[in-house]
């Protein structure tokens, strides 16, 4: 396992330079069976991390460049009649990995249809329900509430992402590889599949099958309560937001060859699980607390249990 996650990463850092951190994450949440919200300002490779994932392993993809206009039916398909019987045409959601690009560009209803079929994994259209390939994941990217266009998420779509991530800038060393890298050719063109799409459904099946002593469930529901008993949150971690990080936790400890879960992986994805789905209040505002702030301070104030290797 370590060395086909080293092959996939070492794919996609070849076109996703100085964010090994994040390029982790997305991985964990693949593994995961989990869908990826990236949030950030435009140009700083959201949709180049997206199409080097899928490069790597394997995925037939698909692209929708969200728009005003974009249609439910774009997303889930539609029938159309055909020797007297509906006969179904698949919409982009029919793939394996499907990137939605600028999510908060579109309508509500748009975003519900996209977000139905990532909770339910599949479609009903003319009351015939048709099964979305497996694997099947959502890389969306979106730009901050107040970019010229944008309408936020409401907290039952994000919630049905598994994490939130920001590339952020890269630094001026990074910078200049970068730039290097570019003169005469995109890396992404070079980028090769290093695993099939098979075999990614096979790595999330084992996945699932990590060990969570009690301790950490224990641990886990601790966090999720102190989340919502906190001050400065109105909206804290629901139950499918804690079931995402245990999941999300089962991902992160077999990336690093375990079969069972230890305090440190519940810590190293908790504030990019959770933090989108918080809802905080004017208090955390007028103090310029971040998400992430308090619940680095919920991590901190929280005792991690003792589990035996």
């Keep these: 396992m370590y060395e086909v996650t080293e092959k996939i990463l070492r794919e996609v850092r070849k076109v996703i330079v100085g964010k090994d951190d994040v390029v982790e994450k997305v991985w964990i949440s693949i593994l995961a069976q989990g869908h990826v919200l990236l949030e950030d300002v435009p140009g700083v490779g959201k949709t180049t991390m997206a199409l080097a994932f899928s490069k790597a392993l394997g995925l037939e ?43 908060n560009r579109t309508s509500s209803k748009t975003q ?31 730009n901050p509430t107040g970019s010229s266009g944008t309408q936020m998420l409401p907290e039952s779509q994000l919630d049905r992402f598994m994490i939130s991530l920001s590339m952020g800038y890269p630094d001026h060393e990074n910078l200049v590889e970068l730039l290097r890298d570019r003169q005469t050719k995109n890396p992404l063109e070079n980028a090769k599949a290093v695993i099939t ?22 641990y886990i529901a601790t966090l999720a309560e102190a989340t919502r008993n ?26 690093e060859e375990r079969d069972y879960v230890i305090p440190e992986d519940v810590k190293r994805v908790f504030t990019d699980v959770t933090a989108h789905r918080m809802i905080l209040d004017s208090r955390a505002r007028y103090q310029e607390q971040s998400a992430k702030d308090i619940l680095e301070e919920i991590l901190k104030d929280t005792p991690a249990p003792k589990v035996e290797g």
Aim: glycine residues 4%; aromatic residues 4%.
């Design 61 to 103: 993809t698909k692209r929708v460049q969200f728009t005003p206009d974009t249609m439910p039916s774009d997303i889930i398909g539609f029938s159309l009649p055909e020797q007297g019987r509906m006969v179904y045409q698949p919409g982009a959601v029919m793939t394996n990995l499907l990137l939605a690009d600028e999510i």
């Design 197 to 218: 799409k098979e075999e990614v459904v096979m790595l999330q099946d084992q996945v699932q099958k990590v060990y969570m002593a009690d301790s950490i469930l224990n």
């Design 112 to 142: 519900a249809a996209l977000l139905e079929v990532m909770e339910e994994g599949k479609v009903t259209v003319d009351n015939e329900t048709h099964p979305v390939p497996q694997p099947f994941v959502v890389i969306a990217t979106e």
């Design 230 to 255: 906190h001050p400065m949150i109105t909206l804290g971690l629901s139950p499918r937001g804690t079931l995402a990080l245990c999941r999300m936790t089962k991902a992160a400890a077999f990336m």
